[in-house]
């Protein structure tokens, strides 16, 4: 890596858009953090014009914005970040699917999801993993945050139809 002239004490590495791309992250693979995950999901959902997605998923990603003689050699990369979150998403829908029951819904259960968002999540593996929620955000891959969640809802499906197996049998 490259560094700024002597004068500069800290040796602070230039980055451009060579450097990013020697560095990409493999988004499809789930290499994100779990905060940039948020951050890309909320940034290509937003109403900003494409100039500006472009620029701001370099900067969630590696800190950097892009100059306009940057793009040209970014497009690609940013092409496998939007397919890679696009993955995600769709496996997410698929995946992570959970209809609450009739009891949940009466209580609330969606009007909290929207209150709380994803905090939830983050405060609720922060709890079970004894992290601090900046931890999960900043530093725990996606990857890992997703197999969690994943695991945690086929627990508990599984949870649920056990209580009815056992219910029902000693109502019979």
């Not at 560095?23 to 937003?46: H, N, P, V, Y």
């Not at 040209?72 to 997410?92: A, R």
């Not at 994943?150 to 009815?164: A, P």
Request: glycine share 4%; proline share 2%.
């Amino acid at each position: 890596m490259r560094f700024l002239h002597r004068a500069d004490k800290n040796k602070t590495p230039i980055i451009d858009a060579n450097t990013i791309i020697l560095s990409k992250i493999d988004i499809k693979k789930g290499d994100m953090t779990f905060g940039q995950r948020i951050e890309l999901g909320k940034i290509l959902a937003s109403d900003a014009d494409e100039v500006e997605k472009f620029e701001k998923v370099f900067f969630c990603l590696h800190k950097f914005t892009p100059k306009k003689n940057d793009y040209l050699l970014l497009v690609d990369y940013f092409k496998e970040i939007v397919e890679g979150l696009k993955f995600w998403i769709d496996t997410e829908a698929t995946m992570l699917v959970y209809e609450p029951s009739v009891e949940e819904k009466k209580a609330g259960v969606k009007e909290l999801m929207q209150n709380i968002g994803e905090i939830g999540t983050i405060k609720a593996l922060a709890k079970a993993y004894s992290q601090d929620p900046d931890t999960i955000t900043d530093c725990w891959k996606y990857s890992k945050v997703f197999g969690i969640l994943f695991t945690d809802l086929e627990e508990y499906k599984y949870q649920v139809n056990y209580n009815k197996v056992i219910e029902s049998k000693y109502k019979s």
